[in-house]
């Protein structure tokens, strides 16, 4: 079992930056491909970023590939996701979540874990 908690979100103008992070409990973390999705208001949850679990691959959605950084530290069982040049419709709740796969984990029915969120809101 892994339990997943994220901080690192708050409120910030467009065009600043935001680092989130989701620390993993469990030995396993190592083991597990990492993803970022979010969710805004009376939207579906929607994917993110996705990491592999040696960091040599990544992926990210067309909305934040050039913006957005998704990083991990196997060592402090921590995965990362670096937001810049943020703008207002990056504005919603923010999940990391384990995916135990070799899929790249677009859909998020391949992830058994998931953190409670943390929200990012971006003022305009």
């Known amino acids: 079992q892994v339990q997943l908690v994220e901080s690192g979100g708050g409120l910030v103008q467009a065009g600043g930056s935001l680092r989130l992070s989701c620390a993993a409990s469990g030995r396993t973390f190592s083991t597990y491909r990492m993803g970022w999705f979010r969710q805004a208001p009376g939207k579906e949850r929607e994917f993110v970023a996705s990491?592999?679990?040696?960091?040599?691959?990544?992926y990210y959605a067309d909305s934040v590939k050039g913006r957005f950084t998704i990083s991990r530290d196997n060592a402090k069982n921590t995965v990362y996701l670096q937001m810049n040049s943020l703008k207002p419709e990056d504005t919603a709740v923010y999940y990391c979540a384990a995916n135990p796969t070799l899929r790249v984990g677009v859909s998020a029915s391949v992830y058994d874990y998931w953190g409670q969120g943390t929200q990012v809101t971006v003022s305009s």
């Open positions: 990491i592999s679990r040696n960091r040599g691959s990544t």
